[in-house]
């Protein structure tokens, strides 16, 4: 699979770091990946997403999938349990279907992390890696994110 440069980084998380300054063991937080944005003239299709780097204490759970539409908006993060920003667990969630994406356009769909403490977390999450397929190839890309689950 080739490296590709088809996404543009986009959003807060390609620039900065997203996460919870107070996480505990047993609880479960939901991180966006960058909005997919296509900066080509051909449509891709997002066809999976996973963290390249998730540190000792952090278990990934899965890759859910959701719409704009569905969520009022693009949710960056979320713990399960809370009402704000949303209840992420009461959203449709898009996970296994594809996402195309036209080109020089931003998804209606996003992706997030959901990732439970079961230990002590010393390390930040990150690496957004995308795999998609572009006129008959495929591609893998990563983009730059990072998600602290801090514990004081």
Same mark, same amino acid.
């Given at each position: 699979m080739k490296e590709g440069t088809a996404l543009r980084a986009s959003g807060p998380e390609s620039m900065g770091v997203l996460g919870f300054p107070h996480a505990q063991v047993g609880q479960t937080y939901r991180f966006a990946f960058p909005p997919f944005v296509n900066g080509t003239g051909a449509k891709l299709v997002v066809?999976? @997403?996973?963290?390249t780097k998730v540190p000792k204490? @952090? =278990? @990934?759970?899965?890759?859910p999938v959701y719409s704009v539409n569905d969520t009022n908006g693009y949710i960056m993060g979320s713990q399960d349990g809370r009402k704000y920003p949303r209840d992420?667990? =009461?959203m449709p969630n898009y996970a296994g279907k594809p996402i195309t994406v036209g080109p020089h356009k931003k998804s209606?769909?996003?992706?997030?992390?959901?990732?439970? @403490?079961?230990?002590?977390?010393?390390?930040?999450?990150?690496?957004?890696e995308v795999t998609y397929s572009q006129n008959g190839k495929r591609y893998r890309q990563t983009l730059r994110c990072e998600f602290a689950l801090d514990m004081k």
């Open positions: 066809e999976g @997403v996973k963290l204490g @952090v =278990k @990934v759970i899965g890759y992420m667990t =009461k209606d769909r996003y992706a997030m992390v959901e990732a439970r @403490v079961i230990g002590r977390v010393q390390q930040h999450l990150g690496g957004c």
